[in-house]
């Protein structure tokens, strides 16, 4: 069993940046991909970016030259950083989790999900 716990959302300038965490209890976080998904009001769910645990990377499209994903095995946490954000970045934030070796875009995919962090872009 994981639990995840994202943190560092909050209310940011258009143009601005922000990092947001995620914190995984449990072991063996190393063998965990990693990935993060948004939910703007009114809207469903979508994927952001995934890592797996060599440390590929992949993005959406609407994302893709502005975040970067990363982790940190040594502290079982999953960064977002978040750069040059836009109004339409304005959503919450999930962390989600699934021991295994690849990624994936699909909600389905992952096993555990934190309970988000809200991200506001004010224009």
């Known amino acids: 069993q994981v639990q995840l716990v994202e943190s560092g959302g909050g209310l940011v300038q258009a143009g601005g940046s922000l990092r947001l965490s995620c914190a995984a209890s449990?072991?063996?976080?190393?063998?965990?991909?990693m990935a993060w998904f948004r939910q703007a009001p009114g809207k469903e769910r979508e994927f952001v970016a995934f890592?797996?645990?060599?440390?590929?990377?992949y993005y959406s499209d609407s994302v893709k030259g502005r975040f970067t994903i990363s982790r940190d095995n040594d502290k079982n946490t999953v960064l977002l950083q978040m750069n040059s954000l836009d109004s339409v970045d304005t959503a919450v934030y999930y962390c989600?989790?699934?021991?295994?070796?690849?990624?994936?875009?699909?909600?389905?995919?992952?096993?555990?999900w934190g309970q988000g962090t809200q991200v506001t872009i004010s224009s």
């Open positions: 449990g072991r063996s976080f190393s063998s965990y991909s």
């Open positions: 890592i797996t645990r060599t440390s590929y990377t």
């Open positions: 989600a989790a699934r021991n295994g070796p690849a990624g994936s875009s699909t909600m389905d995919y992952y096993d555990y």
